[in-house]
């Protein structure tokens, strides 16, 4: 009898302490212990979230369109990823939205839901839809998706147009 | 005299045959219930209707719904295919390991819904999964599955299949059609997928993972706010969109489950 009792004490002991260490596990997906840096995904350099031991990429840089203006695609994913870090420790990252800069769409941080931009987060390459970055970038907090890709290996084509038209993609072997 | 006897008897025999019936009506073979499934029924059967749903270099997860002669619609979300905005084609990977072109164009729910249908014709026997029109209870197992992203630098995982519970139907639904919260661990990449209940039918489809990245993504798509005691526990759980939004959302009938034996 004693000995059962002691068996379960046991018991609970054991089940306490596998509930305090899953719930220290659990603590590394707390949303304020993110941080954003550059690092590389598929073999791009890419703006990687990492939380606890999780690493989500946000964003692969492939893109040569800005490589003129001395913005490499590392250059820009060192650059980028510190406003990213900048932003989310400033608060200003849950409302982004888009704007012009310098004649040139630009993906930016306003102050608060629906205002203005307040600071810059990266410019659009020529003909990219800034609407739809912006879902993408929505999509990549929460939803179960992959990051965003920004290449030149092919011209932008509009998702409307495409699920509209009627060509038949080739038959892969 | 003689007239009112023989009314008596056949007012007897009309009683005896109703009393017949009524026994027959009571006794009558009944429809049976459909079966729950084991746990490792459920995962063979997730692993025959999920495949995965290729966009450029990104991907999400899709599950089989309906089987018209050579032609298969998968439903999977509409984030999924908005995944890489330089795919000109997307492509299904079915469990047999084979790759079909998807055929143009997508269905698209017009409302916001966050679903989209696609067709691919194959001459190989899929099996579908077939809807629970009723939304689960809060408590009812659950099992998703899907195809998450590897982490860097590590195999591909490949199916995972995961277990847990309803633990939250919303009022009214979020943004993109998500009122059922569940315990299920979902992972970047399992968008898509299914959310099976213990009969093996599909009650709903993955899409939100739990604890947001950064920031509240949380709204109504009416564009209230939940109440902040609520909101506060939203990003505890996954969230699917039920299956019965999927089907309306993309103006399509569920076609019916088959009777079981």
Redesign the interface.
């Known amino acids: 009898m004693w000995s059962t009792h002691h068996w379960r004490g046991g018991l609970v002991g054991l089940a306490l302490l596998v509930g305090t260490a899953s719930f220290a596990l659990g603590a590394d997906?707390n949303?304020k212990k993110?941080s954003f840096y550059c690092?590389?995904?598929?073999g791009s350099p890419a703006t990687l979230?990492k939380?606890g031991n999780r690493?989500?990429?946000i964003i692969?840089w492939s893109s040569d369109a800005f490589s003129d203006s001395g913005f490499s695609p590392e250059r820009r994913c060192q650059e980028v990823s510190k406003r990213f870090q900048t932003y989310?420790d400033d608060g200003s990252?849950?409302f982004i939205t888009t704007g012009r800069m310098n004649g040139q769409n630009v993906v930016c941080v306003a102050r608060s839901h629906g205002g203005p931009c307040a600071g810059l987060l990266f410019t659009l390459k020529p003909g990219?839809?800034p609407t739809?970055?912006i879902?993408?970038l929505?999509?990549?907090?929460?939803?179960?998706?992959?990051?965003l890709?920004e290449?030149t290996?092919?011209p932008?084509?509009d998702?409307e147009e495409?699920?509209?038209?009627?060509?038949?993609?080739?038959?892969?072997p | 005299m003689k007239c009112s006897i023989r009314w008596l008897g056949l007012w007897g025999v009309a009683l005896l045959a109703g009393l017949g019936l009524w026994e027959w009506y009571l006794a009558r073979p009944r429809r049976p219930a459909v079966p729950q499934l084991s746990e490792a029924l459920l995962n063979r059967l997730a692993r025959s209707v999920t495949v995965k749903v290729v966009v450029?270099?990104?991907?999400?997860s899709g599950v089989l719904v309906a089987r018209h002669g050579q032609t298969y619609t998968l439903v999977t979300?509409h984030?999924?295919?908005?995944?890489?905005?330089?795919a000109?084609?997307?492509?299904v990977r079915t469990p047999d390991g084979r790759?079909h072109?998807?055929?143009?164009?997508?269905r698209?729910a017009p409302n916001g819904v966050?679903v989209a249908a696609l067709r691919f014709t194959s001459d190989q026997p899929y099996p579908v999964l077939c809807s629970q029109p009723q939304l689960p209870a809060v408590g009812d197992p659950v099992f998703a599955a899907?195809f998450p992203?590897p982490?860097?630098g590590q195999a591909d995982p490949g199916l995972v299949f995961t277990t847990g519970q309803v633990q939250l139907i919303l009022p009214q639904s979020l943004e993109?059609g998500y009122r059922l919260g569940y315990t299920n661990p979902?992972?970047?990449?399992?968008?898509g997928g299914p959310v099976l209940n213990r009969h093996g039918r599909l009650v709903g489809l993955?899409?939100?993972?739990?604890?947001?990245?950064?920031?509240?993504?949380y709204r109504y798509a009416s564009g209230a706010v939940p109440p902040p005691e609520l909101r506060a526990q939203l990003?505890d759980y996954s969230w699917a969109i039920p299956v019965v939004q999927v089907w309306q959302g993309l103006r399509m009938t569920a076609p019916p489950c088959p009777e079981t034996p």
Request: hydrophobic share 30%.
């Open positions: 997906a949303p993110l690092g590389t995904s598929q979230a939380s690493i989500v990429p692969r989310y990252l849950s990219a839809n739809q970055v879902n993408q929505f999509n990549i907090r929460t939803r179960a998706s992959g990051p890709n290449t290996a092919r932008y084509i998702f495409f699920l509209t038209g009627d060509d038949t993609p080739e038959p892969t | 450029g270099r990104n991907w999400g979300n984030h999924v295919l908005e995944g890489d905005s330089q000109t084609a997307y492509q790759l072109p998807v055929q143009s164009p997508a698209i966050d899907g992203f982490t860097e993109g979902i992972e970047k990449g399992m968008s993955n899409g939100v993972h739990q604890n947001p990245l950064w920031g509240d993504p990003g």
